[in-house]
């Protein structure tokens, strides 16, 4: 599988976020990996709407929007309009109205992912595989960037391939937290081909950074 990279911008410097972007373009990342946090489903709070809105207008990169929020179904509509390529909730934060919120996202022309924490067993993603377009395994708590890659996600990833070439489903798998140029071949190989990465792409050469990844 192909494998693309997904630079999270919460690690950019927002004093210039759109040159940094722009790096990103050159770098040969295809997705730009945005999360949204509300200080609920998770303790701290990001940004929103108005950010994304205008760095829309500042390039074609795909929007990868992750959502670390309660009831994500309330803002999938808003989150299409201001330019959103794929939307990424959480499945726990969507219990009770989980395929309602995959079919809105769909409804509304975007991709949709689901993402599950790392206390959450990967059997709990099987009833909604089919419908998905990517699983996101977290690799850290989400919440925060900089922290370090949980070893026991490794085998996560692996059981989530295998559960989709099982049914014969060659559905993308996104990892999300502590990826480095040092164990980003060990998640490849477990099976996943969409790498976010947030610091170790922003810390320093963006284009020499996301080359290491690749
Ligand atoms: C964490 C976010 C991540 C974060 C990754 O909750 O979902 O996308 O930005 O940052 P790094 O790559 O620094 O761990
Ligand atoms: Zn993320």
Sequence with gaps: METIISPSILAADFNILGQQIQEVEKSGAKYLHIDVMDGVFVPSISFGMPVIASIRKNTKLFFDVHLMIVEPIR????????????????????????????????SLGCKAGMSVKPATDVSEVIPYMEKLDMILIMTVEPGFGG????????????????????????????????ITADNVSVVKEAGANVIVAGSAVFKGNIVENVKKLL
Excluded: N, P
Excluded at 166 to 177: F, M, S
């Design 75 to 106: 803002y999938v509509e808003e989150f299409a309009k201001i330019g959103a390529d794929m939307i990424t909730f959480h499945l726990e934060a969507a219990k009770g109205h989980v395929e309602e919120t995959i079919d809105k996202i769909h």
């Design 147 to 178: 922290q370090k890659y949980i070893e026991s996600s490794t085998e996560k990833i692996r059981r989530m391939r295998r559960l989709l070439t099982e049914r014969g489903l060659a559905t993308d798998i996104q990892v999300d937290g502590g």
